[in-house]
């Protein structure tokens, strides 16, 4: 099923369009999700910022007796889970909390297939693309190209 419309998500997601944003559009993402990881009850295991190639912080949290992670992308206020087994979620816990901040990508939504048409790619993030051929959404998003 189709979930995702045509430029859905905005240029430059990749990290690797020309016009390259430099730090993330909101002032402390760390602080923000501290403070809705306080709310939901979850307990941060780590914190692990973007380090080349990664173009997204990456939160180890356990909330009740499971452990997940939480991607928040380097530029844009988009967030997204993992569990254990490194498939997407949705962690509807802590995603009430975060979503007046960021917007919690679901499951459904990471786990659809790529198709060019729901990006707003320049050229450049196109070549990134079509060489590392990503099979999901999530994978473009929450990338680590060099």
Same mark, same amino acid.
């Given at each position: 099923?189709?979930?995702?419309?045509?430029?859905?998500?905005?240029?430059?997601?990749?990290?690797?369009?020309?016009?390259?944003?430099?730090?993330?559009?909101?002032?402390?993402?760390?602080?923000? /999700?501290?403070?809705?990881?306080?709310?939901?009850?979850?307990?941060?295991?780590?914190?692990?910022?973007?380090?080349?190639?990664?173009?997204?912080?990456?939160?180890?949290?356990?909330?009740?007796?499971?452990?997940?992670?939480?991607?928040?992308?380097?530029?844009?206020?988009?967030?997204?889970?993992?569990?254990?087994?490194?498939?997407?979620?949705?962690?509807?816990?802590?995603?009430?909390?975060?979503?007046?901040? /960021?917007?919690?990508?679901?499951?459904?939504?990471?786990?659809?297939? /790529?198709?060019?048409?729901?990006?707003?790619?320049?050229?450049?993030?196109?070549?990134?693309?079509?060489?590392?051929?990503?099979?999901?959404?999530?994978?473009?998003?929450?990338?680590?190209?060099?």
């Amino acid at each position: 099923m189709e979930i995702l419309s045509t430029g859905f998500f905005p240029k430059n997601i990749t990290g690797f369009g020309k016009e390259v944003k430099q730090g993330h559009i909101l002032k402390e993402p760390k602080t923000l /999700f501290y403070q809705a990881a306080r709310e939901a009850q979850a307990e941060i295991i780590s914190w692990k910022p973007p380090t080349y190639p990664k173009n997204f912080y990456e939160v180890l949290f356990v909330l009740g007796k499971e452990q997940f992670s939480c991607f928040i992308h380097e530029y844009y206020a988009y967030a997204g889970f993992q569990n254990k087994q490194g498939e997407y979620v949705d962690c509807e816990q802590l995603s009430v909390v975060l979503s007046p901040t /960021f917007i919690c990508l679901t499951a459904e939504m990471l786990e659809e297939q /790529f198709q060019a048409a729901y990006f707003s790619f320049d050229e450049q993030e196109q070549s990134q693309c079509t060489y590392w051929q990503p099979e999901k959404v999530g994978e473009v998003i929450f990338n680590c190209w060099d």
